[in-house]
């Protein structure tokens, strides 16, 4: 369960305990290669649902990771899901998921994703708006159903994240807003095609401490306490995901653990530790455990310095050119070391850039980069003719399975046929 180190007598990559040149040796011209820590994932997995009680739920944020031995492992660990569309629902029961352990979070499902999720059963859909509440009503009604309702507000709290990863503020498109909660509240009470089951929120991304957090939830909490006066009664409180990683700046000073531990004494100070608690995330239950591995396909020397072009590209990983996110890039085989070499993917963009990294005084053939685990796969795209990369992933020192990259040659034959 040992997750990205390095042996320390020959400073060789290792991910689950597993040797990464080796691992490249044994399986040529497979970069660039998501590789990723199976035990890892589900011994972080099953600690933060074994930090909740036992009726509360983890519910799997499946966008950031949605790969089916990664989702099968969450799932054995006892989480259940918060998906976006119809797509993840398919895909989160697929992988054993039981309906009544899945939220279906969004701000604009289509008709057919209501209807999927009425005739899944799941735990809750998360409505995003007043019009979306109508629309869910009349879905339900015509369906001879009941929708199972979270009503997911939106709290108004400022985060210190990335603007593009800030959800909860006033001026962002997710969530009902306060001006609307009492018309949310009035057409719940008066409607038999809908249940109000819970309350969510998501503030944010990439937290770094649990304030922002606290004070998204303690919203919640006022609003449940406001409704539950109006008759409603919601049976769970699901506070969001957003539980920051350490990327190797440093920054982080909460855990996961300390998020819900943090979620469950609010409950109990609000006087509503009756209540369910879910919570969502995504990032720190995958994060951590992958790494993306590319070769290096030359260097270049000028007046402005060094320059390391590899085979993985913004395609493969987006972070750095979407919020301007920096993961640790390390040679394979050896320690960072200086000096430092401007790192960028072979893509026709200049944001195609992973920043500074120090490698060392000679270029290495491949490097690993670091905390790849989470909206790494799941963001990739074909850009530029590039097939997408492959995925490994290890368990018990091993190579469990490999899902290979479809290859130049199937898109080439799809973009002719399109
Ligand atoms: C509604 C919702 N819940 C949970 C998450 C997961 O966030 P994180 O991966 O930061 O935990 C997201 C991420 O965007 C989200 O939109």
Request: aromatic content about 6%.
């Amino acid at each position: 369960l040992s997750g990205f180190e390095r042996d320390p007598e020959t400073q060789q990559a290792r991910l689950g305990s597993v040797n990464l040149s080796a691992l490249l040796a044994a399986n040529p011209r497979r970069t660039p290669a998501y590789v990723y820590d199976l035990d890892g994932i589900e011994a972080g997995a099953r600690a933060l649902v074994e930090s909740l009680r036992p009726r509360d739920l983890v519910a799997y944020a499946l966008k950031a990771n949605s790969a089916g031995s990664i989702v099968r492992r969450i799932a054995r660990a006892g989480c259940g899901a918060d998906v976006v569309s119809g797509g993840e629902l398919e895909l989160a029961l697929g992988a054993g998921i039981p309906a009544r352990k899945i939220v279906m979070s969004g701000v604009a499902k289509s008709d057919g994703e209501i209807d999927l999720a009425l005739a899944r059963g799941i735990r809750a859909l998360q409505v995003e708006s007043l019009e979306e509440l109508a629309r869910s009503i009349a879905r339900a009604s015509a369906a001879g159903k009941v929708a199972r309702v979270s009503v997911r507000i939106n709290p108004g709290v400022e985060v210190d994240t990335h603007a593009h990863i800030a959800t909860g503020h006033a001026a962002a498109k997710f969530g009902v807003a306060a001006a609307e909660w009492p018309r949310v509240a009035a057409l719940l009470a008066s409607t038999q095609a809908a249940k109000l089951v819970g309350i969510s929120a998501h503030v944010g991304s990439s937290l770094k401490t649990t304030e922002p957090y606290l004070a998204s939830a303690r919203v919640v909490c006022d609003v449940c306490k406001d409704w539950q006066k109006r008759g409603l009664a919601p049976e769970f409180l699901d506070f969001g995901g957003g539980f920051g990683i350490d990327y190797g700046a440093g920054n982080i000073s909460a855990q996961p653990r300390d998020f819900a531990r943090a979620a469950l004494e609010l409950l109990a100070s609000q006087g509503l530790d009756a209540l369910e608690l879910v919570v969502e995330p995504g990032r720190s239950l995958v994060g951590p455990f992958g790494v993306l591995v590319a070769a290096v396909i030359q260097s270049k020397l000028t007046d402005s310095g060094r320059w390391l072009m590899l085979d993985a590209g913004m395609n493969d990983l987006i972070r750095p050119a979407l919020y301007g996110a920096r993961h640790r890039i390390e040679p394979l085989a050896r320690l960072p070391d200086e000096p430092s070499w401007r790192v960028v993917g072979p893509i026709c963009e200049s944001t195609d850039d992973f920043g500074m990294h120090d490698l060392g005084p000679s270029a290495p053939d491949y490097v690993v980069i670091r905390d790849a685990g989470a909206y790494g796969f799941t963001l990739a795209s074909e850009y530029n003719g590039r097939a997408l990369p492959a995925e490994v992933f290890l368990s018990a020192g091993k190579v469990e399975s490999i899902s290979a990259s479809p290859g130049v040659a199937a898109w080439v034959e799809r973009r002719l046929r399109a």
